[in-house]
């Protein structure tokens, strides 16, 4: 069974870099899947920010794209998101998850990231 | 990039009802669509994929259809539990990917 939790300051100050990591579990990220990065803003609709493969290949949202930087580590299990420039828009629960070719079928219970000085 | 419009955005209906929900896209998708259930609070859970493929567990109440530009989430006979916001995904570009808005199913 994947497990998946996302991890990283729950504030962030406007203009500066949010910082999230995603531990992975109970499978191994070189194996296969995509890892991506999705958010909701509070109330609204989901977001996809981009997604990596173990090799690094990165695959982002163009609206985000000039902004995001995610990255994976496969001695530590784990992928992370780099968000720089935020603002109140970035208010957000970011989620983190597999990305299959069928569609997400394990997600992060998801972490709220609040843009505010 | 590809948009994927849902509608109704929000929708209220009785236990038993039968529910229809429509997602389409901006350009052909062939059969590169998910759907999402998702509760308050909660991570988004895959009830369909491949438009019209049942993911395991999820109750037979559950269907999908549709290819191309135009598909259907349809809920045969609702639910108590089924009252939650429903997300179609396209993965015609995957690994690249978006949502629809989203349809909200309330208890009227």
């Known amino acids: 069974q994947v497990q998946l939790q996302e991890s990283g300051p729950g504030l962030v100050k406007p203009s500066e870099t949010l910082s999230l990591t995603c531990a992975v579990s109970?499978?191994?990220?070189?194996?296969?899947?995509?890892w991506g990065w999705i958010r909701q803003p509070p109330g609204k609709g989901l977001e996809w920010i981009g997604s990596?493969?173990?090799?690094?290949?990165?695959y982002y949202n163009p609206s985000l794209k000039s902004r995001v930087t995610i990255s994976v580590d496969t001695s530590k299990n784990q992928f992370s998101l780099k968000l720089s420039s935020v603002t109140a828009a970035d208010t957000a629960v970011y989620y983190c998850?597999?990305?299959?070719?069928?569609?997400?079928?394990?997600w992060g219970q998801g972490t709220l990231v609040t843009v505010s000085s | 990039d590809i948009q994927l419009t849902q509608s109704p955005s929000f929708l209220s209906a009785s236990v038993g009802d039968r529910v229809t929900i429509t997602c389409r896209a901006s350009?052909?998708?062939?059969?590169?669509l998910a759907w999402y259930q998702q509760k308050p609070g909660k991570a988004p859970k895959l009830l369909i994929y491949?438009?019209?493929t049942l993911q395991s567990g999820v109750p037979s109440r559950f269907s999908g259809s549709g290819s191309g530009t135009e598909f259907t989430l349809t809920i045969s006979s609702l639910q108590p539990e089924d009252f939650a916001t429903y997300y179609c995904q396209q993965l015609n570009s995957y690994p690249r990917s978006t949502f629809g808005g989203g349809t909200k199913v309330e208890i009227k």
């Open positions: 491949a438009a019209s």
């Open positions: 990596i493969y173990h090799s690094g290949s990165t």
């Open positions: 109970g499978y191994s990220i070189s194996s296969g899947y995509y």
């Open positions: 350009q052909g998708i062939s059969s590169y």
């Open positions: 998850a597999t990305q299959a070719a069928s569609g997400i079928d394990y």
